[in-house]
């Protein structure tokens, strides 16, 4: 039997992203779960952010921000960037992850990210706690490292990514299908 619970948020697990955002000389990164595509054609995503953080208002100036996908080597700075605030602390320096200069935004990608989704704000809606913004992807930046030596594909499995859930960071586990395998002749 189910229980009924008050309204909340507990769509999980969640991406556990490092949206970049700034200029090339005042910049900053936070930590994101709340992203996802909302479109592929045009290719858009959106984030939610509180407008009372700092790289909020970074985006809101620029109206570009970079989607950094995250790996399990990089899990403690994805913590420590969702903690401390960039208003407090340099945390390109505190972190070490390293910031790259964007291609097609001005906003820099952080280079140990395996994909970097450089995006343009259309619109910020503000929906009580958060603003989603809504933004179409201006340009995706792979690592080559993670391709596959025989046919060049792009293989996120290498990268070893990670997720939130309901308070906690996971690596993601084994692969158990593809799409459209539930139906795939024998």
């Known amino acids: ?28 990164f936070l930590t994101v779960a709340w992203t996802g595509t909302i479109c592929t054609n045009p290719a858009m995503c959106s984030i939610s952010i509180r407008p009372e953080r700092y790289s909020y208002g970074l ?31 340099d945390k390109w320096a505190v972190t070490g992850l390293t910031p790259e200069p964007g291609v097609n935004v001005g906003c820099p990608m952080i280079g140990e990210s395996p994909l970097s989704i450089e995006c343009r704000v259309q619109e910020a809606i503000n929906l009580g706690s958060h603003d989603l913004i809504i933004a179409h992807v201006a340009g995706i930046l792979a690592d080559e490292q993670y391709f596959d030596a025989d046919t060049q594909a792009f293989d996120l499995e290498k990268a070893r990514l990670i997720a939130y859930s309901h308070g906690a960071y ?6 158990i299908g593809r799409f459209g395998w539930s139906v795939k002749k024998k």
């Open 1 to 28: 039997m189910k229980q009924l619970w008050k309204p909340g948020t507990m769509i999980y697990p969640a991406p556990a992203v490092l949206v970049s955002c700034g200029t090339s000389q005042h910049n900053n």
């Open 170 to 175: 996971y690596s993601l586990g084994n692969k």
């Open 59 to 89: 985006i809101m100036d620029t109206m570009e921000f970079t989607i950094n996908l995250t790996t399990e080597k990089m899990a403690y700075a994805t913590d420590l960037a969702g903690v401390k605030s960039g208003r407090d602390i």
